[in-house]
């Protein structure tokens, strides 16, 4: 029995049946069907799960269901010559050619696929790619969309400009993300304070300074604002650091400069240096 139906089954997919180019056919799309099917099953769950925006999701569901679509009529045609190197060779050129000729926009959506996978930034997080400094807003199959931060001031405000950058060139540039394993980043303020001040009470002003405006930031972190000293050639450079919010840098640093300045003000011994020349005129003495 088990011979009788192979040789039918041979009889049929052998060189000289009129039937081996439809039942190649019928066979390539059942194959690719199955694949589909089970291949759309679990990125369909993955993307749910990962993605920013439903909606994107759905889009590039949709997208894949047309390319899988089109492969499979391509296949189904070429299989009807009945030739297997054929179908082989046909595929690998197809392959080829539409690499080439679709090259921005899959490299566009295998780059949403990658932040979708890997997780790089996402939806809220301040960014800079290719030098731009950023909020992301959105990310589309083919796009970032970023709140732009300066561009328009000096210093990190949002400009209200917003930008869109091309997916495509994500896998050539450098990506900065300020809020990669946490919402805070270290910052700094530099006050310069000249040779005869009191350098403990110029570091204790700006401690307390910190300490005033970053007080729920060092409740939750745990980690103390602390100073490092330089000499520069006006004074002694102390460098203020500080835990702060990504997207609040520019607003905290300004409530801690404005805190160092009443404060320096309020005190005798301490007093801001600047570039500047100064003549001692000393009276020759004649013996």
Not at 115 to 125: A, E, S, T
Not at 127 to 149: F, N, R
Not at 174 to 200: G, Q, R
């Amino acid at each position: 029995m088990w011979e009788r139906i192979a040789d039918f089954f041979g009889s049929l997919f052998s060189p000289a049946s009129p039937y081996r180019g439809p039942l190649f056919a019928l066979v390539t799309l059942v194959i690719l069907w199955v694949v589909y099917k089970l291949a759309t099953k679990g990125l369909r769950r993955y993307l749910n799960r990962r993605s920013a925006k439903g909606e994107n999701a759905q889009n590039f569901l949709l997208l894949w269901r047309y390319v899988w679509m089109v492969l499979a009529v391509i296949l189904a045609v070429i299989s009807l010559s009945g030739s297997l190197a054929a179908l082989g060779i046909s595929a690998a050129f197809l392959g080829m050619i539409l690499g080439w000729s679709l090259q921005a926009p899959v490299t566009g959506i295998a780059a949403w696929l990658m932040i979708i996978l890997k997780r790089p930034f996402k939806v809220g997080d301040r960014i800079i790619i290719a030098g731009i400094i950023g909020d992301v807003v959105d990310i589309t199959l083919t796009h970032v969309v970023m709140d732009q931060v300066g561009g328009t001031v000096s210093g990190e405000e949002r400009s209200g400009r917003g930008v869109m950058i091309p997916n495509a060139i994500l896998f050539q540039q450098i990506i900065y993300n300020y809020a990669f394993e946490n919402k805070y980043i270290l910052d700094e303020v530099p006050v310069l304070i000249t040779y005869e001040s009191d350098c403990d009470a110029a570091e204790r002003i700006s401690l307390d300074a910190a300490r005033q405006v970053t007080g729920d930031i060092i409740r939750e972190t745990g980690k103390e604002p602390f100073v490092r000293r330089e000499l520069a050639d006006s004074g002694i450079r102390i460098r203020l650091r500080y835990n702060t919010f990504a997207t609040e840098r520019q607003r905290i640093s300004s409530d801690i400069v404005g805190l160092i300045i009443r404060g320096f003000a309020a005190n005798d011994k301490v007093e801001f240096a600047y570039p500047h020349t100064e003549v001692v005129h000393r009276p020759k003495v004649v013996s």
